[in-house]
Structure formats: structure tokens, C-alpha cells
């Protein structure tokens, strides 16, 4: 199951994705897929436009800045 990784640093254990829509309201709007290795990062692709906080946690997980909430998923997780 995919974890969500708040912008406040609270973390959230198995949550399901099984839709866009799920997708979407977990990271508040339009979603981004980012791929690092066997790991999507699910992030709000407008984000910065609409100067989400930057995730702190969710960063150092992925190597970049990431920012508002942001779901972390295995690869075979996502259809």
C-alpha cells in the first residue's frame, strides 16, 4: 500500500490509490507522476505554480524539492 507524506511532515501508512480520483484528492488537484527506481512519487503537478509548502520528508525521500502533500507507491501499484 502507498504511503502519503504530508507537507507538515505527518505521515499517513497504507492508503488506497485505486483511483484518479483518490489520486487527486490526496494531493489536492491535476496529479504528476515522478518514477525513481522501483518508486512513484504522486505529486500535484501545478504545485508550484500555486506555491504549495515545500515537503521536507517527501525531498529528502525522492533527492529534489517536492513540494504540498505528496503519495510515495511501489511501481506495480499503479495501473
Do not use: H, W
Request: glycine share 8%.
Amino acid at each position: 500500500m502507498a504511503t502519503l507524506i504530508k507537507s507538515d511532515g505527518t505521515i499517513v501508512e497504507d492508503i488506497a490509490i485505486d483511483s484518479l480520483a483518490k489520486q487527486q484528492e490526496l494531493v489536492d488537484g491535476y496529479i504528476e507522476y515522478i518514477y525513481k527506481g522501483d518508486k512513484i512519487f504522486i505529486v500535484n503537478e501545478e504545485g508550484l505554480l500555486r506555491s504549495m509548502p515545500v515537503n521536507e520528508t517527501a525531498s529528502e525521500k525522492y533527492g529534489s524539492i517536492l513540494v504540498g502533500d505528496v503519495v510515495v507507491a511501489n511501481s506495480n501499484e499503479i495501473d
